[in-house]
C-alpha cells in the first residue's frame, strides 16, 4: 500500500535504551494559574547530555497537573482557566471539603488534565511545536510546593 501523498515523514531512527537520568523538579507556585516550565525541562535535557529518547514528566499531586499549551497568547491560559472553573466550579455541592472550597474543584480539574507528559528528544532538542510550552497547573487558590519527577530515557552523549 503505497503512502498518501500529503503525509510525508523522515526515515526511522533506532536509538538503544542505555541511559535513564532523572531528577525532581521542586516548584513554588503562588496559587491558581499556569507555571511555564520549559526552559527548566530544556536545562535538565542538557544537563543529562540527552541525544535521542524521551522526556518524561511526572508531577507527585492531585491537585496540580501537567499540559502542553500555547506560550504566544496568555489569554489562552486565562481561557484555559475559565473553561477548567466552568467543569468544575467551587460552588457545586462537593462532598469532599476538609481541605476548603477549592480542593474537590482541584481534583477534578487534575483528572480533566494530565499527571504525566512524554515529549521526544532528538538532535538533543526538545521536540516542542513552535507555539508549545510545558506547564505546571496550580489549580489550588494558595501557594503551593510542587514536585515533578523528570527522566529521560535514551541515548546520551556519555553513553
Do not use: C
Not at 460552588?91 to 476548603?100: F, P, V
Request: aromatic share 6%; glycine share 6%.
Amino acid at each position: 500500500m503505497a503512502a498518501s501523498p500529503s503525509i510525508s515523514r523522515t526515515a526511522p531512527s533506532a536509538v538503544s535504551t542505555g541511559s535513564i537520568v532523572s531528577s525532581l523538579l521542586t516548584v513554588q507556585t503562588s496559587g491558581r494559574g499556569f507555571v511555564d516550565l520549559t526552559a527548566d525541562i530544556a536545562q535538565f535535557v542538557d544537563e543529562a547530555a540527552a541525544v535521542e529518547g524521551q522526556v518524561t514528566l511526572f508531577i507527585r499531586h492531585t491537585s496540580a497537573s501537567l499540559t502542553i499549551q500555547e506560550n504566544a497568547d496568555p489569554t489562552v491560559l486565562k481561557d484555559l482557566t475559565t473553561a477548567l472553573d466552568r467543569f468544575a466550579p467551587e460552588n457545586a455541592g462537593w462532598s469532599h471539603d476538609t481541605e476548603g472550597p477549592d480542593d474537590m474543584p482541584a481534583h477534578v480539574k487534575t483528572m480533566l488534565t494530565a499527571t504525566s507528559l512524554q515529549i521526544p528528544v532528538i538532535k538533543s532538542r526538545l521536540m516542542l511545536g513552535t507555539w508549545q510550552a510545558i506547564y505546571l497547573i496550580e489549580h489550588r487558590r494558595r501557594a503551593h510546593r510542587r514536585e515533578v519527577v523528570v527522566q529521560f530515557a535514551g541515548k546520551t552523549a556519555s553513553a
